[in-house]
């Protein structure tokens, strides 16, 4: 099993425990679930980060201006919603 398999696999497992803990099965209210689920995404971010910096300049402001980008229209349906 690769790396991208295995992050595949353990957001499938925090999902299945937000989903089990709203439930009442594990781990009350799903905050475990969603602890693993931060702490995969906090180590996707920086693994492209530390990627980037490596293979030449590096722009804070690139990589704050995508993170809105793609965070901004789901942020957009849920404020009409």
Do not use: K
């Not at 980060?49 to 980008?69: C, D, K, M």
Request: proline share 2%; charged share 10%.
């Amino acid at each position: 099993m690769n790396r991208l398999e295995l992050i595949q696999t353990l957001r499938g497992v925090a999902v299945l425990l937000v989903v089990f803990g709203h439930w009442g099965l594990f781990f009350g209210n799903g905050y475990v679930g969603v602890d693993v689920f931060f702490v995969i995404s906090g180590y996707v971010v920086t693994l492209v980060t530390l990627r980037r910096f490596q293979a030449g300049p590096y722009s804070v402001f690139r990589f704050i201006r995508a993170r809105f980008l793609r965070l901004f229209p789901a942020l957009g349906v849920t404020v009409l919603i």
